[in-house]
């Protein structure tokens, strides 16, 4: 026999999950941020600035993040069509995440708990690239400094709370001033301007609320009709790059099928293997091995009912097989 | 290819290509049910029964020996199998097709009838489980079946149907009878007149194997 079956218990599923460094530096700080005047300067600019880990001319240059602005009036951006001033990239921007996050066009977004709370109608986006958060950005990683007047670093509040708060169907937390998840003492937040914004791990989205970052370090969003396209953008992106700190890292579940492959010590000690037999009649090619025969073991494959090969597992080294030893390899199959 | 860090023993697992094209169909014939193992790479000729230092230096040419990452084309590994035989076993399976190679014209038929030598004390017999045969590029044959075991396994294989478009795809079939029929199709041959590929029988018993040639000939 050269095949065997496996059994129930020869298979484990097992989801871990796994964190690592979120920006394509590898690192989980990045200090440098580059813009693209071609991009800012496109369709696109009006409603987003791409912001890249090194200059985007480079060959490395990928994009990290994006910064938008939202207004729920459609202020401090320029209307699409000048017979319909209110409809503006920034108004449609609001209407955007309201949908997505709130899921109902009557919400509205509220910075802050308790007594401290201000109603967020107009905020800036910071939404990272999915392909750098892989599944969900870590709560408790994110340290985002801003510059202004001052400097604030601002943190999620994950290790502050003990139940996990949704809107709509999005986990959220608080942005706080502190570092590592923990808000400073007092809780964090700025007096009478709520918390600094709203992070959703599962959405890769960071909302900062302006009054809150205006009253911290002077950084103002500007809500005249009419402001050019990106203005407010170009703001954020200036008080980010002055900070000159955004650490954050990534998190994703990763489903392994663990396969058990035992083999017993009466068997797999013969081999097909030509150079294990001498001349066409298949004689084995040393007397020693025909009663203490010895194999070596290098490739598991594992097959479906139709003996079709479907996976394969190579071991490092050869491992050696005879009556008198049993081998147990563990193969994990990550989807 | 490269090789694999023989410092730490790990295992490197990866789908094949039959394995990529099964989970894609999502139909649940990717289900792993049994596993085989193989000693690919391994020269037992260098294995030293009369090293001067002793038994425990016999397999020192093969130890250490640091082995290649795994191939994803099914039909490129897993081609020496191990077997589990009665200790004492003097003489290995060996299979016989009755050809050493197959020519076929465009449309022709040929049944194969596998045979395996020396196994549980006879000369020649027929495995009770059947043989597997794989093909490597099934669209060089119009039929391609095995016939003569009943079991679900059997039955599955010989009922799934391969649609490819493009490109290669191996195609396994579990009989005691492999039926083939060459492919009528003209365009496979390009500007070529004749266009080939390879069967590899397995006994599924004995886990003796054989891999022969096939070269289809065009006649329009």
Redesign the interface.
């Known amino acids: 026999?050269?095949?065997?079956?496996?059994d129930a218990e020869d298979?484990v599923v097992s989801s871990d999950s796994i964190t690592s460094t979120l920006w394509s530096t590898d690192s989980p700080t990045i200090t440098e941020f580059y813009t693209s005047s071609v991009q800012q300067a496109g369709s696109s600019g009006d409603f987003y600035l791409s912001v890249y880990q090194t200059s985007s001319t480079e060959t490395t240059a990928q994009v990290q993040f994006d910064i938008a602005y939202a207004d729920v009036g459609g202020s401090g951006s320029t209307a699409y069509n000048s017979a319909v001033p209110a409809n503006t990239p920034s108004k449609s921007t609001y209407g955007q995440y309201r949908a997505l996050i709130l899921e109902d066009e009557n919400a509205s977004f509220y910075f802050g708990t308790g007594n401290n709370v201000i109603t967020g109608s107009n905020f800036w986006v910071i939404s990272i690239e999915r392909a750098r958060y892989k599944e969900s950005l870590f709560p408790g990683s994110l340290n985002l400094t801003l510059s202004g007047s001052g400097l604030i670093q601002l943190t999620d509040n994950s290790k502050d709370v003990s139940v996990n708060t949704f809107l709509g169907t999005s986990r959220v937390y608080q942005l706080v001033s502190g570092s590592n998840g923990s808000a400073i003492a007092g809780g964090g937040y700025v007096a009478n301007s709520g918390s600094y914004g709203l992070v959703f791990p599962e959405l890769g989205t960071i909302l900062l609320n302006p009054h809150a970052i205006n009253q911290s370090i002077g950084v103002t969003a500007d809500r005249t009709v009419g402001l050019a396209n990106g203005t407010n953008n170009s703001t954020l992106f200036t008080a980010i790059n002055k900070g000159e700190s955004f650490t954050l890292n990534s998190q994703e579940t990763i489903t392994s099928d663990y396969?058990f492959?035992r083999?017993r010590n009466?068997?797999?000690?013969?081999?097909?293997?030509?150079?294990?037999?001498s001349g066409?009649?298949?004689?084995?090619?040393?007397t020693?091995f025909?009663?203490n025969?010895?194999?070596?073991?290098?490739?598991?494959?594992?097959?479906?009912?139709?003996?079709?090969?479907?996976?394969?597992?190579?071991?490092?080294?050869?491992?050696?097989?005879d009556?008198t030893k049993e081998a147990l390899?563990?193969?994990?199959?990550d989807f | 290819m490269g090789y694999l860090n023989n410092q730490v023993v790990t295992v490197d697992a990866i789908l094949t290509k039959k394995g990529r094209e099964l989970l894609a169909k999502n139909d649940g014939s990717f289900r792993i049910t049994q596993f085989s193992l193989a000693d690919d790479e391994i020269d037992y000729t260098l294995y030293n029964p009369t090293h001067p230092s002793g038994s425990a230096f016999y397999g020192e040419a093969i130890d250490n020996l640091p082995l290649l990452e795994a191939f994803p084309d099914e039909s490129q590994i897993m081609k020496y199998k191990l077997a589990t035989l009665p200790r004492g076993t003097a003489k290995l399976p060996v299979l016989d097709l009755g050809y050493s190679a197959i020519t076929l014209k465009q449309g022709a038929s040929l049944a194969i009838t596998p045979q395996t030598l020396n196994y549980l004390g006879n000369a020649q017999t027929f495995e009770t489980s059947g043989y597997s045969a794989t093909v490597s590029d099934v669209r060089l044959f119009s039929t391609f079946t095995g016939v003569g075991i009943n079991t679900d396994a059997a039955n599955a294989a010989n009922l799934s149907a391969t649609t490819t478009l493009g490109t290669n795809v191996s195609k396994t079939v579990i009989g005691t009878q492999i039926n083939l029929r060459a492919t009528t199709v003209n365009t496979l041959f390009g500007s070529n007149t004749q266009i080939s590929t390879t069967i590899t029988v397995v006994g599924l018993d004995s886990g003796a194997r054989l891999t022969i040639p096939v070269t289809i000939t065009q006649t329009n």
Do not use: H
């Open positions: 026999m050269s095949f065997k079956r496996l298979f396969v492959i083999a009466s068997e797999f000690n013969y081999t097909e293997n030509p150079t294990f037999i066409s009649n298949g004689e084995i090619i040393y020693d025909i009663n025969p010895q194999t070596y073991i290098t490739t598991v494959g594992m097959y479906n009912d139709s003996n079709e090969l479907v996976a394969v597992a190579k071991l490092s080294r050869p491992l050696v097989k009556f390899v563990r193969v994990k199959l």
